[in-house]
T-cell receptor, first 116, second 112 residues
């Protein structure tokens, strides 16, 4: 069955290094979301794309984070330079966007990032 | 601004019924969603309410009152596998056209 995939599943890196996380949304979905989850802050929306165009990245620290969709099958989230406070689980989700049936989002398994 | 409130923890006995409440403050409200997340897993969609009333899907039901800015998730015939975190999420309009904000989550523990 169709699933959102994310790579890597786990990443341990040192402060100052670049981190790139990848997401393959479900084929046919036109919205892609990046979330960060921590115990303290819960699920935070970082960025939102519709039809590959970035619509909202207000939740993302602009100086170090960047999100792109080079094509319909790939979304990337980069952190450069990484900091220990970036340690979290990063989820990608895709969907068809808001409709009368809601805006069901299908989440990937997440990337667990640890910055030492 | 926007805010969502839901209890941080709930404990219930296997076979019982539990209700998880969610209150919200937002402008441009579209609807209220519920997601389930098991430890170490990804959130999975449970339900969505755009109109007032109760939506039933098997053992789970979700309710919305737009006038009260309030909703709840009702879980019946609780099973051990229902132990998980449950998040309410509000869809609303924003400068970008649309926003989805999640509550902090309610950790449900089902005991034998």
């Amino acid at each position: 069955d169709a699933r959102v995939t994310q790579t890597p599943r786990h990443k341990v890196t040192e402060m100052g290094q670049e981190v790139t996380m990848r997401c393959q949304p479900i084929l046919g979905h036109n919205t892609v979301f990046w979330y960060r989850q921590t115990m303290m802050q819960g699920l935070e929306l970082l960025a939102y794309f519709r039809n590959r165009a970035p619509l909202d990245d207000s939740g993302m620290p602009k100086d170090r984070f960047s999100a792109e969709m080079p094509d319909a099958t790939l979304a990337t989230l980069k952190i450069q330079p990484s900091e220990p406070r970036d340690s979290a689980v990063y989820f990608c989700a895709s969907g068809f966007g808001l409709s009368e049936r809601g805006d069901t989002q299908y989440f990937g398994p997440g990337t667990r990032l640890t910055v030492l | 601004g926007q805010s969502l409130e839901q209890p941080s923890e709930v404990t219930a006995v296997e076979g019982a019924i539990v209700q998880i409440n969610c209150t919200y403050q937002t402008s441009g409200f579209y609807g209220l969603s519920w997601y389930q997340q098991h430890d170490g897993g990804a959130p999975t969609f449970l339900s969505y309410n755009a109109l007032d009333g109760l939506e039933e899907t098997g053992r789970f039901s979700s309710f919305l009152s737009r006038s009260d800015s309030y909703g709840y998730l009702l879980l019946q015939e609780l099973q051990m596998k229902d132990s998980a975190s449950y998040f309410c999420a509000v869809s609303s309009s924003s400068d970008s056209g649309y926003a989805l904000n999640f509550g902090k989550g309610t950790s449900l523990l089902v005991t034998p």
